[in-house]
């Protein structure tokens, strides 16, 4: 078995997807495999028509790596690779279609309303945050309705703030996802496995000074985790159960990470859902696979092996 990580492309998270890509390839190698990395470029196609035993571990974060294109490239090649197939891909990647597969299921998650900035300018945008604020509340949080790393997100308690933080959403795509910010315990729970095998691991609890952003996931020192989560045996019960019913509703495979907020009620409240999670030297997945006393080069082998015997 041949691995081929693939990091880098061209999104806003090119950085981070690097940085994940290197520690994969690090930790399949130090297990014993023969692993490359790869960047998304004119010489990706023609290099995987002539390598017969190949599978493909797909890092690229943002867009193109986890909307289902990456994925229906490789279907169309007849590659095996490492995670959720084209179809589910896309229906996890836009946040307010998750919710909506969230909602028919009983999955718990913040009131939210997704809007495109066309509608801000042709009725009036100080009109439309009025009503979200007199329908959804303050506080709010307003992100990208497709993306990942805390990009273009904001935490508004006040009305006089949400033109700005619009203005920074729209920085990184087109339409907002505006939902109610929901207080409690943050923790992350990262599942492994596909559909009744799935399992999920020790939540990860997140403890940020100030704002859980792009900076602070990325950088240490401004995020205090703590793995497994501070929760009572019910509570970690419940946020592992969440994840799974998210995993395995959706149809995701290999491995997700879904984010989760623990409300004063012991209600699980889903906030994100990913299906190419961070696995860089901060990352939440790995520090869960330590927490369940598994070696993360026994871990990323074992997923690669399913991947490449799916074939």
């Known amino acids: 078995m041949d691995v081929m990580v693939l990091a880098g492309g061209l999104s806003h998270e090119r950085d981070v997807s690097m940085r994940s890509g290197r520690r994969v390839q690090e930790e399949l190698r130090d297990a014993g495999l023969k692993v490359s990395l790869h960047d998304v470029d004119s010489s990706l196609i023609p290099t995987l028509r002539s390598r017969s035993d190949v599978v493909v571990w797909p890092m690229l974060h943002g867009a193109s790596g986890e909307d289902g294109s990456l994925q229906g490239l490789l279907e169309l090649l007849d590659v095996p690779y490492v995670g ?154 419940t946020v592992a159960e969440t994840a799974l019913a998210v995993h395995r509703n959706l149809g995701l495979r290999d491995l997700s990470r879904v984010d989760i907020i623990l409300d004063d009620t012991g209600n699980a409240q889903v906030i994100d859902v990913n299906v190419t999670p961070g696995l860089t030297e901060t990352s939440l997945l790995p520090q869960a696979v330590e927490a369940s006393g598994r070696a993360l080069g026994d871990v990323y082998t074992s997923i690669a092996r399913a991947a490449f015997d799916r074939k």
């Open 84 to 237: 959720t197939r084209a179809r589910e891909a896309r229906v996890a990647w836009v946040k307010s279609v998750a919710k909506a597969v969230f909602a028919r299921d009983g999955i718990a998650t913040p009131e939210y309303v997704t809007l495109p900035q066309s509608l801000f300018r042709e009725v009036g945008a100080e009109h439309v945050i009025d009503a979200i604020v007199e329908r959804i509340g303050l506080p709010l949080v307003v992100k990208p309705a497709r993306g990942g790393s805390a990009l273009g997100v904001t935490l508004v308690t006040e009305r006089e703030s949400m033109s700005r933080a619009l203005v920074h959403c729209f920085a990184y795509g087109d339409t907002a996802l505006v939902e109610a910010a929901v207080t409690g315990t943050e923790v992350a729970v990262s599942v492994l496995g596909t559909g009744a095998d799935a399992e999920a691991l020790p939540g990860v609890e997140i403890t940020a000074e100030g704002a859980y952003d792009y900076d602070a996931r990325y950088n240490p020192g401004r995020v205090e985790y703590f793995s497994p989560a501070r929760l009572s045996e019910a509570d970690a019960s």
